[in-house]
């Protein structure tokens, strides 16, 4: 018995060690699948908790009205800016244009401003039909240069023509209440620049020094801008006074002083009221005198463009018929109206077509309206400080951020009253950062 039980005995140490082989492949296999895991896991480090963003400053329910009404009045400038501006490209141009038309001679700038009309003209063509050409550019520079030879031939054409047009527009027309186009283009870019400066005080884009800004907390920030622009307020609104006191007074020949109620032998400063009431009077005449030449320029401009000499067509009787249908009675005396009419019986042959004089006054018609456009400048400085004091009401009611960085920033991402996400996001980072 006891020699039968020792086989069975000796294949025991042979299954022990296959069953710890398999252990150990086991385990190995584990480790092996457990560190590809390890390395992921040091590679991809669980995300940080993000810090939790400040509350957003409430906007109060009063500022609404105030903020639609600023981007109304912004929209409306930035259009206006650009009727401006091409208004004052267009004149210039066109008078630049007129005026080389009227002048002779291949030396002079009516030769040089026909070739150079004819170079672009030729030049534009030929690159509009040999875009795929493969030799597209050469055709259109040699365009180019055919069309500036070209021009060379044509120096004296059209001279009495333009010389006509030109002469009626510098001497009979509504030009002449500006002083020439000259002076209106003097006008057109003030206005271009006043606007372009009420645009940038709606934006945050104004001149400010904001050393001091940068050390105080956003909450601290809006009181001290808003002291800041109030102030910038009151500077622009009584700098606009003095202009308009100034064109009043030099210009307009509004009195400066006024006889003092209780002594009539003394002089006391005439009134704001005063001075108000005498512009509205010369304003209302002048503008009257301007609808009148108005009036004359639209029967001209129809006889110009057809060849008639501007100064040829106006008769006695056309101009006597055109006084007493003028309504000229409730702002002038009917007497110092009719000394303007001309006799009938052959003697005046035609009529410059032009308001020359004013019916009763001393005063020249030439730069009539120029008192009247100076009076821009006073009115943008009072728009300026319009623009101050609305901004101030938007920062109290949180309409828009005081951040001392707005003034840098692309207006692409963070507008000065853009509500979009977006800015509030840029500017939410632009205030960490600074605070």
């Not at 500022?63 to 009404?69: D, K, Q, S, T, Y």
């Not at 004089?357 to 005063?363: D, F, L, N, Q, V």
């Amino acid at each position: 018995m006891a020699d039968e039980k020792k086989p069975e005995d000796a294949d025991e140490p042979a299954v022990k060690d296959e069953t710890s082989e398999a252990k150990a492949e086991e385990k190995s296999e584990a480790k092996a699948e457990e560190k590809p895991e390890a390395k992921a896991e040091a590679k991809d480090p669980p995300p940080k908790a993000e810090p939790r963003p400040e509350p957003k400053p409430e906007k109060a329910a009063w500022g609404e009205p105030i903020a639609r009404l600023d981007r109304a009045w912004t929209k409306l400038e930035a259009r206006l800016c650009a009727v401006v501006l091409v208004a004052e490209i267009l004149t210039l141009v066109f008078w630049i244009a007129i005026r080389a038309l009227s002048s002779t001679g291949q030396g002079g700038p009516g030769g040089l401003f026909r070739s150079l009309f004819c170079a672009l003209v030729l030049g534009l063509v030929a690159h509009r039909f040999t875009k795929k050409h493969a030799y597209g550019q050469v055709i259109a520079t040699g365009a180019v240069v055919a069309g500036f030879f070209a021009g060379r031939l044509w120096t004296d054409a059209g001279t009495e023509y333009f010389s006509n047009l030109f002469a009626w527009l510098q001497n009979s027309s509504i030009l002449v209440f500006f002083g020439g186009v000259s002076d209106l283009a003097k006008r057109f870019t003030l206005w271009l620049a006043l606007l372009g400066a009420s645009l940038a005080t709606a934006q945050g884009k104004h001149i400010n020094v904001d050393v001091v800004m940068r050390f105080l907390s956003p909450k601290a920030r809006v009181p001290v801008a808003v002291i800041g622009w109030l102030a910038a307020a009151l500077v622009a609104i009584s700098a606009s006074w003095g202009f308009f006191d100034y064109v009043a007074v030099e210009e307009m020949r509004a009195p400066a002083t006024v006889e003092c109620p209780g002594d009539a032998t003394k002089r006391c400063p005439a009134s704001m009221g005063s001075k108000v009431d005498a512009v509205s009077s010369t304003i209302g005449r002048d503008l009257f005198l301007s609808g009148r030449q108005i009036s004359l320029d639209l029967r001209s401009l129809p006889r110009v463009l057809g060849g008639t000499k501007y100064n040829q067509w106006l008769t006695p009787k056309e101009w006597n018929e055109w006084l007493k249908g003028g309504g000229w009675s409730p702002r002038f005396d009917p007497e110092e109206v009719k000394a303007f009419e001309l006799p009938e019986d052959g003697s005046v042959e035609f009529r410059n077509p032009a308001v020359t004089a004013i019916p009763g006054g001393t005063e020249q018609v030439a730069k009539l309206l120029v008192p009247v456009v100076n009076l821009v400048f006073a009115f943008g400085l009072f728009v300026i400080g319009l623009r101050f004091i609305v901004r101030s009401l938007l920062a109290i009611s949180g309409h828009i951020k005081v951040d001392p960085n707005a003034a840098h920033g692309d207006d692409e991402l963070a507008h000065a009253h853009d509500s979009s996400a977006l800015a509030d996001a840029v500017d939410h980072a632009a205030e960490e950062s600074h605070s």
